[in-house]
């Protein structure tokens, strides 16, 4: 039976009665209906200018033409066969791909899931049978997933860990190092890096370095607010990590691809982790995540010891191929430095003209603009970055905010100028509204975000 059309709101209410609201973060009532490039349209036909790209999903923009093709091409050729008890040669290619695109010059082997969660957890696996060390040390205000091993780790949100317990065991947490709210008072200019000082600590009185299994790190601190680690901090870090025999693992879920301006986050700082955890981009939104790793660790688990029915399924894989080829043939790695350098300056400009904005940070298309009450004290302002948010999505550009009061940049890598200049003038005009106390108070009842 042929269903009636329905408009953005109506359908909003019909999802309120059926889906589960642990499920979303909400911050403005948008039916996506399609998308192209860097433009989403809603259920009514409005076009939105998309600063988010499906939470970092959609690198190559919207149903990028060679994407499409190749989805269409495989559907017809074979939709599935489970990995786990066959070969495929889609899966081998792709294999061979992120062995060639990920840094470390050693041997490495790849292990495919459906989500960077469930990656997270065969990582957990995986450093834990390698070097029969139990614990692992993680950060406050990590994210790195939602299944258990990978909440295990997050420590972002209480509502993410109530009542839910006992989580994975042996997972410490120590401070992520934010330059801009720096715990010491410090500034780069004059760091001597005391925020390692509490990882040193542990390991001096409770946490014996030779039972630490990894050391697991974002190299942007993603949903913490796009915290940027200074160079020197995760240089320290890695050879902490070397002299004690622990395994340095990056959770490239959020920044690989090329959306840092390189192709993982974590050749900015000249390190070769020993395993990177990857998803969302990697097959331009079809449900895929890769564990790559050094070959001895990869190889330290036994069959079956991480594997999914439908994890590397062929289209997944040709999707995954056809988003690495684009973004090669598009040089999106180079335009998203280009691009993400723009940005950056265009919005440092606005915070020399409002004060509301602290500061502005990232590294090529990740970007956060920290919204403040006062300069000084750096309190945040949530409420403003709440309104904010929900009038750019008035007036058609589509952006979010993270750790109550931080403004997530992230568009596909395919954005133009001319779609830039136009969100960031929107941008501003939401700015002034906001200023001007012409956004109501009511858009609060909806906008809630991670947890508001």
């Given at each position: 039976?042929?269903?009636?059309?329905?408009?953005?709101?109506?359908?909003?209410?019909?999802?309120?009665?059926?889906?589960?609201?642990?499920?979303?973060?909400?911050?403005?009532?948008?039916?996506?209906?399609?998308?192209?490039?860097?433009?989403?349209?809603?259920?009514?036909?409005?076009?939105?200018?998309?600063?988010?790209?499906?939470?970092?999903?959609?690198?190559?923009?919207?149903?990028?033409?060679?994407?499409?093709?190749?989805?269409?091409?495989?559907?017809?050729?074979?939709?599935?066969?489970?990995?786990?008890?066959?070969?495929?040669?889609?899966?081998?290619?792709?294999?061979?791909?992120?062995?060639?695109?990920?840094?470390?010059?050693?041997?490495?082997?790849?292990?495919?899931?459906?989500?960077?969660?469930?990656?997270?957890?065969?990582?957990?696996?995986?450093?834990?049978?390698?070097?029969?060390?139990?614990?692992?040390?993680?950060?406050?205000?990590?994210?790195?997933?939602?299944?258990?091993?990978?909440?295990?780790?997050?420590?972002?949100?209480?509502?993410?860990?109530r009542s839910i317990g006992p989580l994975l065991p042996e997972v410490h947490h120590i401070n992520y190092p934010d330059c801009y709210r720096c715990d010491f008072g410090s500034s780069p200019e004059r760091c001597s890096l005391q925020c390692l000082n509490d990882f040193r600590r542990a390991m001096h009185y409770y946490l014996p370095p030779d039972e630490i299994a990894a050391v697991v790190m974002e190299p942007i601190a993603g949903d913490a607010g796009f915290i940027v680690p200074p160079k020197r901090y995760m240089q320290e870090l890695h050879s902490i990590c070397k002299q004690h025999g622990i395994l340095f693992v990056v959770d490239e879920v959020q920044q690989g691809f090329g959306r840092t301006g390189k192709w993982f986050c974590i050749e900015h700082f000249y390190i070769e982790p020993d395993i990177i955890v990857m998803g969302k981009s990697i097959a331009s939104g079809i449900p895929m995540s890769a564990i790559v790793g050094r070959a001895e660790i990869m190889e330290a688990l036994d069959a079956p010891g991480h594997l999914f029915t439908t994890g590397g399924s062929p289209v997944a894989c040709r999707a995954a191929l056809a988003t690495i080829s684009v973004i090669e043939s598009e040089q999106l790695v180079r335009r998203a430095a280009d691009m993400g350098s723009y940005m950056q300056e265009e919005l440092k400009r606005l915070a020399g003209v409002y004060d509301l904005i602290g500061e502005v940070r990232g590294l090529g298309l990740t970007i956060g603009v920290d919204l403040?009450?006062?300069?000084?004290?750096?309190?945040?302002?949530?409420?403003?970055?709440?309104?904010?948010?929900?009038?750019?999505?008035?007036?058609?550009?589509?952006?979010?905010?993270?750790?109550?009061?931080?403004?997530?940049?992230?568009?596909?890598?395919?954005?133009t100028k001319e779609q830039v200049d136009k969100s960031l003038d929107v941008l501003e005009h939401s700015i002034r509204d906001y200023l001007g106390g012409k956004i109501p108070d009511e858009i609060l009842n909806f906008a809630k975000g991670w947890g508001m």
């Open positions: 039976m042929k269903q009636p059309l329905h408009d953005s709101m109506n359908i909003v209410a019909r999802d309120h009665e059926v889906c589960a609201g642990f499920a979303r973060a909400p911050y403005f009532p948008l039916v996506v209906k399609r998308g192209r490039g860097s433009i989403l349209e809603d259920a009514d036909g409005k076009e939105y200018i998309d600063l988010l790209a499906s939470a970092a999903a959609i690198n190559t923009g919207h149903c990028h033409p060679t994407v499409v093709e190749a989805l269409r091409d495989q559907v017809g050729e074979l939709i599935h066969y489970t990995p786990g008890y066959v070969y495929h040669e889609l899966k081998v290619q792709l294999a061979e791909e992120l062995v060639r695109i990920t840094p470390g010059k050693y041997r490495k082997r790849v292990a495919f899931g459906l989500s960077g969660s469930d990656s997270i957890d065969g990582m957990i696996k995986l450093v834990r049978a390698y070097t029969m060390r139990p614990k692992i040390v993680s950060f406050v205000q990590a994210y790195h997933g939602s299944t258990y091993g990978a909440l295990s780790l997050t420590a972002l949100s209480l509502n993410m860990r403040v009450t006062d300069r000084g004290t750096k309190e945040r302002a949530r409420e403003a970055a709440a309104k904010i948010c929900y009038r750019s999505f008035e007036r058609g550009v589509i952006v979010i905010f993270m750790a109550g009061n931080v403004l997530r940049i992230q568009p596909p890598l395919v954005i």
